[in-house]
């Protein structure tokens, strides 16, 4: 018996602008006002443990206007968990707990624990992904250093211009056709890749367009790291850091499809290859906005050693969150939490620049009451409609959801969403203006 006490919250919500983009829903009362639909329990779980609850858990349907795929629905519901005084080891024993009970009764299968635990720049040096399919390994292999004297100019000027160069040996795929080639090869592109690069190795040669630029001493480089052999396809990614990772991790799971098609490589649906993703940055630097965001959400605690970097260099903070990953799919992530009112103002305001006032208005309460005496804290939330979908053997959530939406975000049955009144729309104090 864990204890946890379970409490229900609030689907209508505040706008806290931070995550996802947020149902909104107007208020007859407060003209001009409104609500947002919770994204997520997350405030209110903390404050839940500045309250005393310790230990609380919550089957909680969630709502985000995100763009839908097979594995998306605009609500859904998650396993909702928080606890006071638990560190990391606390949370990674009690969920891989409750993961291999849910296996054991449901499926009768024994899951090994402690599961793997795998740092965020692992993941992606090997797999390209903070999420990776660990089930068969054509890993990643950096090349970086090797081609920053080439003749090959592309991969040299990337290389030396702070970029990475990346490959992977999709073994016995020389046979892909030439309209499979481009079909990669728009996928790359779809990732900012400039085109995709790759060597087949038929007939004992290598066959490229750009194997006439490399050098004995490259060619033998990539024979020995990548296990070269006849039959093998070599791709590349020459691009920055995160950009190469991105665009080979995603090649990589192509390629593997490609191989199980031609039944040169079997990964089984019942091989649940069970890992924590930790050490996530607590930052990332958003390009377009100009500023920091927080990877995980902005209530994560810094790792201890690493917060001193918080006014110097956010970009090597890591932070206090771990996501279990489970056949390329993450399956739930949570932290643990900044539960120091002036640490969190300061991650609000010094490190994110989200003005004061601003920060005040909707982070105030908080904040205030972590004055109170907030006791350490942190916890994790685990996709229930993805669990169900995958211990059920789909890959879509919609297969396990009863009146899921269209991709479209329709209901097609009830027929929603519909137009209202003009005499609802005059309640809510909403005038339409209808896209050109
Ligand atoms: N609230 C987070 C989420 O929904 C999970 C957590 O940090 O507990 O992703």
């Not at 292999?141 to 992977?168: C, N, P, Q, R, W």
């Not at 120091?340 to 989200?354: S, Y």
């Amino acid at each position: 018996m864990q204890e946890f006490i379970e409490v229900e919250t609030p689907a209508l919500f505040k706008s806290t602008p931070e995550g996802a983009r947020e149902y909104l829903v107007p208020s007859r009362i407060h003209a001009g006002q409104f609500y947002a639909l919770s994204q997520s329990p997350q405030q209110f779980k903390q404050i839940l443990m500045v309250a005393g609850v310790e230990k609380y858990f919550q089957i909680a349907r969630c709502f985000r206007d995100e763009d839908l795929r097979s594995d998306r629905q605009m609500e859904f519901t998650q396993v909702d968990v928080e606890a006071s005084f638990i560190d990391r080891e606390g949370i990674y024993s009690l969920f891989e707990g409750m993961l291999k009970k849910v296996w054991k009764d449901v499926l009768g299968h024994d899951l090994p624990t402690p599961f793997p635990r795998m740092p965020y720049i692992d993941a992606m040096n090997r797999y390209g992904v903070d999420k990776p399919d660990v089930r068969f390994g054509m890993e990643l292999v950096d090349f970086t250093e090797l081609f920053k004297t080439s003749a090959f100019k592309v991969f040299a000027s990337t290389a030396t211009g702070g970029g990475a160069i990346k490959a992977i040996n999709a073994k016995g795929l020389a046979d892909l056709t030439q309209g499979e080639i481009k079909a990669l090869e728009e996928i790359a592109k779809s990732l900012g890749a400039k085109g995709l690069a790759f060597i087949k190795v038929e007939g004992g040669e290598w066959k490229s367009p750009i194997v006439k630029f490399f050098s004995d001493a490259e060619k033998a480089a990539l024979t020995a790291q990548l296990g070269l052999a006849e039959g093998d396809m070599l791709f590349f990614a020459a691009a920055p850091w995160e950009k190469a990772c991105a665009i080979l991790g995603r090649i990589r799971l192509e390629a593997a499809a490609l191989l199980q098609k031609r039944g040169k490589l079997t990964i089984r649906a019942d091989d649940w290859q069970f890992l924590w993703v930790v050490d996530f940055p607590l930052m990332s630097y958003d390009e377009a906005e100009n500023r920091y965001v927080a990877t995980h959400h902005p209530f994560t605690a810094p790792v201890a050693e690493d917060a001193a970097y918080l006014d110097t260099d956010p970009k090597k903070v890591r932070g206090q969150h771990y996501d279990v990953v489970l056949n390329g799919m993450e399956l739930g992530g949570g932290s643990i939490r900044i539960h120091q009112p002036a640490l969190q103002k300061k991650v609000f305001e010094d490190v994110l620049k989200i003005p004061a006032d601003v920060v005040e208005s909707r982070f105030g309460y908080m904040l205030k009451a972590f004055t109170y005496g907030a006791p350490p804290h942190g916890g994790i939330a685990f996709g229930l409609d993805r669990m169900v979908a995958l211990l059920c053997g789909t890959t879509s959530i919609r297969d396990v959801i009863a009146f899921p939406k269209t991709q479209k975000g329709q209901d097609l049955m009830a027929q929603s969403p519909t137009p209202v009144t003009a005499k609802q729309l005059k309640e809510l104090h909403i005038n339409i203006v209808m896209p050109e």
